[in-house]
């Protein structure tokens, strides 16, 4: 009966550390050099943690600071490598919109959504 208990254990322990594995595939760091506007939201010149979630045309992206969310909008996500080794912000400098993050192995642009909202 010990035994038992401890495989348990040993099993749920591995699904937790798995499932928190692949949580950090999906967040990167980003650097902001100027003020943006994202969505309905304006983006300070910081530091921003983003997490996605989906794929293609269906995906959303969070830019947050520490635990406070700053603003969650659409995106549409290509998994194809950037070829870029470091993290590459594109904005529009006529509008100071950001258009497009890209990361070595996938990019997100971010398109003139309607539904994309500021927290």
Avoid at 76 to 92: A, I
Avoid at 99 to 105: D, E, H, N, R, V
């Amino acid at each position: 009966m010990k035994v038992g208990k401890f495989t348990l254990t040993a099993v749920a322990l591995t699904l937790l550390s798995v499932s928190g594995w692949a949580s950090d595939k999906m967040r990167a760091t980003v650097h902001i050099f100027d003020v943006v506007t994202v969505g309905s939201a304006r983006l300070a010149a910081e530091e921003y943690t983003i997490r996605w979630s989906g794929t293609g045309s269906n995906a959303e992206v969070t830019f947050a600071q520490g635990r406070k969310i700053i603003a969650t909008v659409p995106a549409q996500v290509d998994q194809v490598r950037s070829g870029y080794s470091n993290t590459v912000v594109e904005t529009d400098r006529r509008t100071n919109t950001l258009t497009k993050i890209a990361l070595p192995k996938q990019s997100f642009s971010f398109g003139s959504n309607p539904d994309i909202s500021g927290n």
